[in-house]
Each structure stands twice: as structure tokens, then as C-alpha cells.
């Protein structure tokens, strides 16, 4: 029950603490740019079954694996990027915990 509630929890609140904190004159922008890093979700449609609970979906789909999280986090270095590399890695790092209870 604490699991969902957790990994939720990081997708939306971790993003919004951020875009707060780091981005305060405009943060309702810094906020939805973070969170469109969930549409890295669309890489589940291709699993089968498409919903696991006791799947981990880092390194396992497509959008999750090793090398597309160093790219997430190359995302954070040009200023340009900053905000979606900062969703995507929000995102991973929600995704972690989410696997951390399996």
C-alpha cells in the first residue's frame, strides 16, 4: 500500500519541490516540463505484459536503460536542456525507489 503512494508521490512532488525551490519566478513552467519526463513512460506499451508490479523498468525498457539515463543526465549540463534532463532523472530516481520495494 506505502509502495504507490511512494512512487507517485516522487513523480509529481519531487518535480514541484524542485521547481519551487530552484526555479521560483517560474515555477509553474519548471514544473510541467519536469513532469512531461513521465511520457518516457510510453516505453511500457511495448512489454508484455504491459503492467508488471514485480518488474523493475530500469533497465528493462527501452527509455529506462543504462545508456538513455546517461543521456538524461548529459541533459543536465546545457542550460537549454537543464529542466527536461532534471524530469527525466526525477523520473528514474522515482522508478528506483518504486524498485527498491521489490
Given at each position: 500500500?506505502?509502495?504507490?503512494?511512494?512512487?507517485?508521490?516522487?513523480?509529481?512532488?519531487?518535480?514541484?519541490?524542485?521547481?519551487?525551490?530552484?526555479?521560483?519566478?517560474?515555477?509553474?513552467?519548471?514544473?510541467l516540463?519536469?513532469?512531461?519526463?513521465?511520457?518516457?513512460?510510453?516505453?511500457?506499451?511495448?512489454?508484455?505484459?504491459?503492467?508488471?508490479?514485480?518488474?523493475?523498468?530500469?533497465?528493462?525498457?527501452?527509455?529506462?536503460?543504462?545508456?538513455?539515463?546517461?543521456?538524461?543526465?548529459?541533459?543536465?549540463?546545457?542550460?537549454?536542456?537543464?529542466?527536461?534532463?532534471?524530469?527525466?532523472?526525477i523520473?528514474?530516481?522515482?522508478?528506483?525507489?518504486?524498485?527498491?520495494?521489490?
Amino acid at each position: 500500500m506505502l509502495q504507490p503512494i511512494v512512487h507517485y508521490g516522487c513523480h509529481f512532488l519531487m518535480p514541484l519541490l524542485v521547481a519551487l525551490v530552484g526555479f521560483k519566478s517560474q515555477w509553474k513552467t519548471a514544473y510541467l516540463i519536469m513532469i512531461a519526463g513521465m511520457l518516457i513512460d510510453a516505453d511500457h506499451l511495448l512489454a508484455d505484459p504491459v503492467f508488471d508490479p514485480n518488474r523493475c523498468s530500469i533497465n528493462f525498457h527501452l527509455l529506462h536503460s543504462y545508456y538513455a539515463i546517461a543521456v538524461y543526465i548529459l541533459l543536465l549540463l546545457p542550460k537549454k536542456t537543464r529542466l527536461i534532463g532534471l524530469g527525466l532523472v526525477i523520473h528514474i530516481i522515482a522508478d528506483l525507489v518504486d524498485c527498491s520495494f521489490m
